[in-house]
């Protein structure tokens, strides 16, 4: 069974940088597609999707709200995603998920199996 682990969230200024981490483990992390969703507050049915990988790291998408702010990258060895967040703005607190499926993206979070727990980001204006 497959568990995903995000860490990395918490209360950051308006304006600065924070670096989201998603360890996977019990499944075989080179052959997964990662994405990053988030949900904000009062929008618990829906997941907006934020920045995906696909399994061997030369194709990436971005989410159109975090374009040329947020960046995501793998680390294979360390079954790692992460997302590095500049320039955090009021817009961007939610809970942050990362999720996997096989292989290749897709910004359709029903388009993924497996789903961490989460972590929050916070930005004070």
């Known amino acids: 069974q497959v568990h995903l682990g995000e860490s990395g969230g918490g209360l950051v200024q308006r304006g600065g940088s924070l670096k989201l981490s998603c360890v996977v483990s019990?499944?075989?992390?080179?052959?997964?597609?990662m994405a990053w969703f988030r949900q904000a507050p009062g929008k618990e049915r829906e997941r907006e999707f934020v920045?995906?990988?696909?399994?061997?790291?030369?194709?990436?998408h971005d989410g159109d709200a975090v374009k040329g702010r947020f960046t995501i990258s793998r680390h294979d060895v360390l079954n790692t995603v992460y997302l590095h967040m500049d320039r955090l703005h009021p817009e961007d607190p939610a809970r942050y998920y990362c999720?996997?499926?096989?292989?290749?993206?897709?910004?359709?979070?029903?388009?993924?199996?497996?789903w961490g727990q989460g972590t929050q980001v916070t930005v004070s204006s």
């Open positions: 999720a996997s499926r096989s292989y290749y993206e897709d910004p359709n979070p029903d388009a993924y199996a497996s």
């Open positions: 019990g499944g075989a992390f080179a052959d997964y597609a």
């Open positions: 920045a995906s990988i696909n399994f061997s790291g030369n194709g990436k």
